[in-house]
Structure formats: C-alpha cells, structure tokens
C-alpha cells in the first residue's frame, strides 16, 4: 500500500468530527428531556410515542416527501416494519431505565452495543469476528459487569431495561446494514419512525398522560426533533468520513451525559460507573483497530487468502 492510501485511510475530517460530536448533543438532550419528563410522572410508552409521531412529521418535511417518492418506496415492507419495532425497543427500554438510572450509566452499558453487534453479526449475516475481537466483547461485558453489579444491593430493573435497550439497538443496527443494499436511505429513517409510531400507537392513547403546562409539552414535542436530528447528523458525518474512522468519537457523548447529568439533576457517576465505561471504551476501540487492521491487510493480499486472515483476527 502507498503512504497515499495510507495517509488518507487514517485522515478523518474534522468537520466530520465535529458532526459526530453534535450529533452526541443531540441525543443527549433526547435522552436528559426523557429523563426530565419521566420523573414528571409522564409514561415512557407515551414519551416514546411521540417522539416517533414527530420525528415522522420532521421525516416528512426534511425529505420534502411531495416531491421525493423514493421514500416510500421499499423491497421488504415486513423487514422495515420489524426494523422500526427494534427501534422503538430500543427508545422505550431506554426512557424507562432512565427513571431510576443515573444518564451516565445508561450511556456506558450502551457503549456495549459495538461489541454485541460484533458477536451477532456472525450468526446473522456471516460476519465473524476473530478470537481477539471476541476477548474484546468478553472484556466489554466485564464492563457491563462492573456497572451493574449484578447480586448486590446497586443492582436494579433500570440496568436490565438498560441491556434491552442496547440489545434491541443492536438487532436494528444489524437489520439497517442487511437492509442498506436493496432500500434507500430516505425510506429506511423514515420507515423505522413511521412502523412503531403507527404500531404503538393504541399504547400510546391507553397510557397517555397530557403534559399540564406548555413548558412540559414543549420538552415532550422536542423528542422528535432531537432524535430526528441528531440521526441526521450522523447521516451527514458518515457521508464525510468512513464508519471505521468515526467509530471512536461517539464516545464523546458521554461528555455532553456527564454534564446533563450534573446540571440538570444534580447526578455524577460513581466510581464503579467510571471503571465499567473505561472497561467498555477500551473494549470498542481495540474492536474498531483490529477492523482497521483487517481491512488495510485484506486490500494487500489475494481474495482466497481474506478467509484465513479474518479467522486470525
């Protein structure tokens, strides 16, 4: 490989950067408003309701969707139904563990995502990982571990709410790269805000619980907007820069959920929280530079050694 190749495979752009770290602001503010309003003693069934029905509306507008018909368009309806049910899983899982658990501790067993996608994706689309990746993911369960403290007295519902958030996220990130051949872009955002905002919406009336002041429904109507966004912003970072380059700087959200945490609800991570999401991050980040390492040595040897080399890593 030329240092050329070289040099532009390790080059990210900043501008990437910075839309990657935005969009972690994003989510954040999803995320710390949830929290918000269900500790208001709003339903996380409704909360998550209408954060889909908005983004919905948002999808709508966003992709000026009279005059850009590919959006509708898909291959496999039933696929990108089950799709956004996974989603919807993820956010509603996710909003109720929020009510007990601190921001930064949803945050780090989330971090645990890229390695239970790097597990899955072996017996789901043929992707498997090498024995080194699969000390990594066993690293980042230990981390997992660390945080929730299964068997004591820290352990709580909010840590099992908090892995079926990041199970469920996983089966959607796995079914959107089956998927991102054969559908668009447009349809797949639109299509996983639209199946769960139609599918849940009789939950969404049984346990609706109308916000009381315009404050509270101002917070409510903004899910939409952050979530739609901050998914937005990554569609723009990933156009920039390659997913092996920016799998790092997601990370950085738990800046922005450390600072929320504070200043919103007067909350900072124990030390067992640190330690576990030291544990993970290190965990991702040796999973993302064994990747790097297989793909720069796959563009150097022939196709019928790939096999060989995958199985080594």
């Known amino acids: 490989?030329?240092?050329?190749?070289?040099?532009?495979?390790?080059?990210?752009p900043t501008a990437a950067i910075l839309l990657v770290f935005s969009a972690g602001f994003m989510f954040s503010c999803l995320d710390s408003?949830?929290?918000?309003?269900?500790?208001?003693?709003?339903p996380a069934p409704f909360i998550s309701w209408v954060r889909f029905a908005v983004h919905v509306v948002l999808a709508l507008l966003l992709f000026r969707s009279w005059a850009n018909p590919s959006m509708f368009r898909v291959k496999n309806l039933p696929m990108q139904v089950l799709r956004g049910i996974f989603l919807f899983g993820s956010t509603i899982f996710n909003f109720a563990a929020l009510k007990t658990l601190q921001l930064a501790e949803t945050t780090s067993i989330y971090f645990f995502a890229p390695m239970v996608i790097t597990a899955l994706a072996g017996p789901l689309l043929g992707e498997w990982a090498g024995w080194r990746r699969w000390m990594a993911i066993l690293a980042g369960f230990v981390g997992v571990?660390?945080?929730t403290r299964p068997g004591v007295a820290a352990f709580q519902m909010g840590h099992v709410y908090a892995v079926c958030s990041t199970i469920?996220?996983?089966?959607?990130?796995?079914?959107?790269?089956?998927?991102?051949?054969?559908?668009t872009a447009e349809s797949l955002i639109f299509?996983?805000?639209?199946?769960?905002?139609?599918?849940?919406?009789?939950?969404?009336?049984?346990t609706a619980a109308l916000p009381t002041d315009a404050f509270h429904w101002?917070?409510?109507l903004l899910l939409g907007f952050f979530g739609g966004f901050g998914h937005w912003l990554l569609i723009k970072a990933y156009k920039q820069a390659t997913t092996t380059a920016l799998a790092p700087y997601p990370y950085l959200q738990m800046v922005w959920m450390i600072g929320f945490g504070y200043m919103i609800f007067g909350q900072l991570p124990d030390k067992w929280t640190i330690a576990g999401a030291g544990i993970i991050v290190a965990s991702g980040l040796y999973i993302v530079h064994r990747e790097h390492r297989l793909r720069l040595k796959n563009r150097t040897l022939p196709m019928a050694e790939d096999e060989d080399l995958a199985k080594k890593l």
């Open 145 to 147: 571990l660390v945080i």
């Open 218 to 220: 101002m917070i409510l």
């Open 191 to 206: 299509y996983s805000a639209l199946a769960p905002a139609v599918l849940m919406l009789p939950v969404g009336v049984y």
């Open 33 to 42: 408003s949830a929290k918000y309003l269900v500790l208001s003693g709003l």
């Open 1 to 12: 490989m030329s240092t050329t190749t070289a040099t532009h495979e390790q080059a990210t």
């Open 168 to 183: 469920s996220y996983c089966l959607y990130v796995i079914m959107t790269r089956h998927m991102s051949a054969t559908e």
